[in-house]
């Protein structure tokens, strides 16, 4: 049975999808209404139109710039992000230790995504096994310190089971002491994402890290981690 435990500030349930970063650009009532009005000022008297048409234009300037305005203020900043395609040529290896953006701490990950780790249907690219072929599972470290200013934050990641033993995998995911959760996959449970939201009140300066327990050589799959502020 597949289980999360997260205790953001604000939290919320896993989704199966990335956090979106589409606006909500709304158009202001006033403006609306004098888009409906310039339509009906269309009465053929020439003298009339160039001003009616003159205001359209205006508020459909006003309109852009609030729009863009709007945009620039809701956009998230994104903070760190990697979803493993650059590594190693798409070539997967067993205990792979060229991560650009991870240290490993201890124990081994497995970079997979191709022939002969293939592990999951195409589409995800390369990924990483938290339990590599040491016989020990990985503690696997943000090489960067990641600056946390005041704000709301948004982490996600992806996750599968190992698709081959049949042992549940549990690893442990935290950010400094700002964020900690986990997750207990089964063998096949298929890659989706978990998205977590939380808030940050004082600037810290924090690395992101997975832990995987145990090690057998199978572990859960992860791909996918962003972390972005608004
Ligand atoms: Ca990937
Ligand atoms: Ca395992």
């Not at 650009?25 to 009339?48: F, H, K, L, N, Q």
């Not at 290896?93 to 002969?116: C, F, H, K, M």
Request: aromatic share 8%; glycine share 12%.
């Amino acid at each position: 049975m597949e289980r999360a435990h997260v205790a953001p500030l604000r939290g919320e349930e896993p989704s199966d999808g990335l956090p979106g970063a589409a606006n909500d650009a709304r158009i202001p009532a006033g403006a609306a209404r004098y888009g409906r009005t310039g339509g009906r000022t269309g009465s053929g008297v020439r003298t009339r139109t160039f001003p009616a048409l003159a205001g359209i234009a205006a508020a459909l300037l006003l309109l852009a710039v609030g729009g863009c305005e709007a945009s620039k203020s809701e956009r998230a900043h994104v903070v760190f992000h990697d979803d493993f395609d650059t590594e190693n040529g798409l070539v997967s290896r067993a205990n792979y230790t060229g991560l650009r953006q991870w240290e490993i701490v201890t124990g081994s990950v497995d970079l997979a995504g191709t022939y002969p780790f293939d592990l999951l249907p195409p589409g995800n690219g390369m990924y990483l096994d938290l339990d590599g072929a040491s016989g020990k599972a990985a503690v696997l470290r943000s090489r960067r310190a990641l600056v946390l200013e005041p704000g709301e934050y948004t982490l996600s990641y992806r996750l599968a089971g190992s698709q081959r033993v049949s042992d549940p995998n549990t690893v442990h995911v935290s950010l400094g002491g700002v964020f900690r959760d986990s997750a207990t996959l089964p063998q096949y449970a298929p890659m989706r994402a978990f998205v977590r939201r939380f808030v940050v009140r004082r600037r810290t300066v924090a690395r992101l890290e997975f832990a995987h327990e145990g090690g057998d050589n199978f572990g859960v799959l992860l791909d996918d981690v962003t972390l972005t502020r608004r």
